[in-house]
């Protein structure tokens, strides 16, 4: 049988203060999204900067930081998986997101 994987690793700068969450079973979540950044050639030969941003939540964790420290700015390294989830709006509108289940975060982290 083949193996399959799903893991993710990204570096980036959060995009805002991690937005904490506590469920009903006492369990704290935190929700943030991390910028990553990389160098292009576009079709005319000229460089630019692209930024990516990623969806991001984590659950409190033996491994895991402070949730207090993830603050917009900061540098950071995630590592986790790649989930998809639909969700029905207010609307009745099926909706589609794609986030990362972060597995272990490293902060600060030298740039």
């Known amino acids: 049988m083949d193996k399959s994987l799903n893991k993710v690793e990204l570096r980036g700068r959060v995009g805002q203060d991690a937005k904490i969450i506590k469920t009903e079973n ?9 910028a990553t950044n990389e160098i292009i ?5 000229n460089l630019r900067e692209e930024t990516t ?24 390294a995630v590592e986790g998986k790649i989930r998809y989830v639909k969700y029905t709006t207010s609307t009745g509108e099926d909706r589609y997101m794609t986030e990362i289940v972060a597995q272990k975060i490293v902060i600060p982290l030298a740039e």
């Open 53 to 76: 941003w990623h969806n991001i939540v984590a659950w409190n964790r033996k491994g895991m930081p402070d949730f207090e420290n993830i603050r917009k700015g900061v540098f950071l």
């Open 26 to 34: 006492g369990v704290m979540a935190a929700r943030f999204t991390l």
């Open 41 to 45: 050639r576009g079709r005319d030969e």
